[in-house]
């Protein structure tokens, strides 16, 4: 217990430990990299393991401060300098087992990803229970779904991603319904996750969009169809951003607004380009314009008499008490 009593940090100089290793982590990711042709993947990988593990392990063995529910500043900064140095480290131990380009390998992917996610929520359901440790777990778990899913069954499409992807924004909802009251902080994160998914559905499309664009600019045939999502698809991205920006709005939270400002913003883009028809207001924009207009009529139709303001302050009550047994006035 006495080393690593010497690797928790004391909270009087925690913030200082955190100020060092967020440029102590980067230097030597820039050092895996620089110097990947000049020394071996084992080399490398000892040099960031020890790192990986100086940094996650001071980030899990301080303590908790009294009278604080969630970890500190300088913990959450330790633990994530130390995650990104376990993806590196991970990374590098498939490289020594044979792996040519383990990121970019389904099966090299689907196991670094699960260690990863071990790792993550330890971090966020364990002991420390850092909510921003849950997002990463989260965000990792997705991407484990999606090596596994590629790894297992080789999808010849994009299409089977999409429909994987779609089932995570539904088990993370479910999931932020499952810890809104146990764990509220944590159970924003669920509704962070699943807008990160509903980003990646429309992140598929892309390619054929930017594909379509750059065959237009060189005069060939721009292949619009080649980026449409699809009626479906496009109710998904609708229907995620706007679930998004409520929820945001009602639990004035500005994290899942902005992602569902994000997505509606990819709805635009995506749907927004005339198709091989032409242009035209029939489809979204015409059902859009009806639903926002019938909205905004009905929010601003004439009352009378008109109700008293929601901000309307409360008379003041009476500061003398009255006498017993009479009735106030």
């Not at 303590?63 to 969630?70: A, L, V």
């Not at 330790?78 to 020594?96: D, E, R």
């Not at 927004?272 to 035209?280: I, L, R, W």
């Given at each position: 217990m006495g080393g690593l009593a010497l690797l928790r940090p004391h909270p009087?100089?925690?913030?200082?430990?955190?100020?060092?290793?967020?440029?102590f982590a980067l230097a030597v990711a820039l050092l895996n990299v620089r110097m990947e042709d000049t020394w071996g993947d084992g080399i490398r990988f000892v040099i960031v393991g020890l790192a990986c593990a100086l940094i996650l392990g001071m980030g899990f063995l301080a303590?908790?401060?009294?009278?604080?529910?969630?970890p500190r500043a300088y913990q959450t900064v330790?633990?994530?300098?130390?995650?990104?140095?376990?993806?590196?480290?991970?990374?590098?131990?498939?490289?020594?087992l044979g792996a040519d380009d383990p990121l970019s390998?389904?099966?090299?992917?689907?196991?670094i990803s699960a260690l990863f996610t071990a790792a993550a929520a330890a971090a966020a359901w364990g002991r420390i229970g850092s909510p921003i440790c849950?997002?990463?777990?989260?965000?990792?778990?997705?991407?484990?779904a999606l090596a596994f899913v590629d790894w297992v069954f080789d999808p010849e499409s994009a299409t089977t991603f999409r429909w994987v992807l779609l089932a995570l924004i539904l088990a993370y909802a479910a999931g932020h319904v499952r810890w809104r009251e146990r764990r509220p902080r944590h159970a924003v994160h669920f509704v962070n996750a699943a807008g990160l998914a509903a980003l990646a559905v429309g992140a598929t499309f892309l390619g054929g969009l930017f594909a379509a664009a750059l065959a237009a600019n060189l005069g060939g045939?721009?292949?619009?169809?080649?980026?449409?999502?699809?009626?479906?698809?496009?109710?998904?991205?609708?229907?995620?951003?706007v679930g998004l920006i409520a929820y945001g709005a009602v639990d004035r939270e500005p994290g899942p607004a902005w992602l569902g400002f994000a997505v509606l913003l990819l709805f635009v883009v995506l749907t927004?380009?005339?198709?091989?028809?032409?242009?035209?207001i029939v489809g979204w924009p015409?059902?859009?314009?009806?639903?926002?207009?019938?909205?905004?009529?009905?929010?601003?139709?004439?009352?009378?008499?008109?109700p008293p303001s929601p901000d309307a302050t409360r008379e003041a009550a009476p500061t003398e008490p009255l006498p017993r047994g009479e009735p106030p006035a």
């Open positions: 009087h100089r925690g913030d200082l430990i955190a100020a060092g290793a967020v440029p303590e908790r401060e009294p009278g604080h529910e969630f330790l633990l994530l300098a130390g995650l990104f140095l376990l993806t590196v480290a991970l990374s590098l131990l498939a490289q020594v390998s389904a099966g090299s992917l689907t196991w849950a997002l990463v777990a989260l965000a990792g778990a997705g991407v484990f045939d721009g292949g619009a169809a080649a980026s449409d999502p699809g009626t479906w698809w496009e109710l998904v991205l609708l229907a995620a951003g927004g380009p005339p198709g091989a028809d032409g242009a035209s015409l059902l859009l314009l009806l639903a926002g207009g019938a909205a905004l009529a009905a929010g601003l139709r004439p009352l009378a008499p008109l």
